[in-house]
């Protein structure tokens, strides 16, 4: 009989919550046909399928759904005894530079920083923002350790050659709406409901991925354009707008904003991948697993802020 495996359930996870083979592999750094491997691999294991495939992606099947929900559980543990054993055998007091874009750097990490203070008082991390395109330029040029970054196939296709990358979370995008909106406190709301809705978006450099409106629309409106999160999101709990939003940075929206999931099932998703050089230090490791750790926790569906 087949067995599960570490790289099975990786994959089968990956799978999951990217919604396709191809963003999975993508996700994970692996070749699209290495990840159907893996999952006939753990389809046998399991003696059942765990996806059904369609012309548009892959959805879990009700064993898919349950074995996501178990690896996730299996792997933190296994990643969080290699930190552990990793604090046994050696002290971690380097310095490490890590970078993250901007809705990244909301909530994942400063959840990481605590944590790395924490099991690693003597580590020392430099932290900054910047765009994804701008942080792999940075890690490339050996200024940053580090780079917590986007991918998905309504963002450009990056070139990782030569780097190795760590899937953090899914990604998946949700909508910032006014406490008060018709959307707030509602199941998913359908995309075609979108369509006449006024629209906050991000404003920045000419070559820096920005959020806009929801991404399958064609022709939104578009209301207000502001660099910075916190005037993006003052502009919705004014009711001037909604906006898109990360679901990475779902804990962070203030008083007065509700957030809400989109069912749209033109659009194929994102995920949120953590990048470095193939050759890691000890402090690179722990904040990896530190970045890991903690992006597990914002696992979470959306619910509407007090």
Do not use: C, K
Not at 9 to 34: C, E, K, N, P
Not at 61 to 78: C, K, W
Not at 263 to 271: C, N
Request: net charge neutral; proline share 8%; glycine share 10%.
């Amino acid at each position: 009989m087949a067995d599960f495996t570490l790289t099975g359930l990786r994959v089968v996870q990956a799978v999951v919550d990217t919604g396709s083979f191809t963003a999975a592999a993508d996700a994970l750094g692996y070749t699209q046909s290495a990840v159907s491997r893996q999952v006939a691999a753990m389809e046998a294991a399991a003696g059942v399928p765990l996806f059904v495939r369609g012309a548009r992606g892959v959805a879990p099947s009700p064993a898919g759904v349950l074995l996501a929900r178990r690896a996730a559980t299996a792997l933190n543990e296994i990643d969080a005894v290699g930190t552990d054993l990793a604090g046994l055998r050696d002290h971690v007091t380097g310095r490490v530079a890590l970078t993250a874009f901007p809705s990244a750097a909301a909530v994942l990490v400063p959840r990481t920083l605590a944590r790395l203070r924490r099991d690693h008082p003597g580590l020392i991390v430099g932290f900054g923002e910047a765009s994804s395109p701008t942080q792999l330029r940075q890690l490339r040029a050996h200024r940053v350790d580090i780079a917590v970054i986007g991918v998905g196939a309504d963002l450009p296709a990056y070139d990782f050659e030569g780097l190795r990358r760590d899937l953090l979370l899914d990604g998946g995008l949700l909508l910032a709406v006014p406490a008060g909106h018709r959307f707030a406190g509602r199941g998913p709301v359908p995309v075609t409901e979108l369509r006449d809705e006024p629209w906050i978006v991000g404003r920045g450099l000419r070559d820096d991925p920005q959020f806009g409106a929801w991404p399958t629309l064609d022709h939104p409106r578009i209301a207000y354009a502001a660099r910075e999160w916190p005037t993006r999101l003052g502009l919705v709990a004014s009711g001037l707008g909604i906006a898109v939003l990360p679901e990475v940075a779902a804990a962070s929206v203030p008083s007065g904003v509700s957030v809400v999931h989109v069912d749209d099932p033109t659009w194929l998703g994102r995920a949120i991948v953590a990048v470095t050089l193939h050759d890691r230090s000890p402090e690179v490791t722990a904040t990896v697993g530190a970045l890991r750790h903690e992006a597990a926790g914002l696992r979470r569906p959306a619910t509407p802020a007090p």
